[in-house]
């Protein structure tokens, strides 16, 4: 069974965010920038995950607590990189 493991879903997620900001600071000096290529890379991350926990809550059928915390999560990342391409 896949783990959900959402604390380490979060570290993922803000160290691959966090480069983001430093890309962007970064882009403004070298005129370079990885900003696309990073924004994939959550977005890998997190549709990797919901096939994680589409697998924990349609084939195992359990966890459904843990699994709705991480929807919440994984909708809360989509979200902040979705402001992040407009911003």
Not at 18 to 46: F, G, M, P, Q
């Amino acid at each position: 069974m896949p783990s959900l493991n959402i604390k380490a879903k979060k570290i993922e997620i803000v160290s691959i965010l966090d480069e983001l900001a430093r890309d962007n600071k970064r882009s403004y000096v070298a005129e370079k920038s990885r900003r696309e290529e990073l924004l994939a890379e959550v977005v890998e991350s997190v549709i990797d995950w919901l096939n994680d926990i589409w697998k924990v809550i349609y084939e195992y059928s359990t966890n459904f607590s843990k699994a709705h915390a991480c929807l919440l999560y994984a909708s809360q990342v989509i979200e902040q990189i979705g402001n992040a391409r407009v911003g």
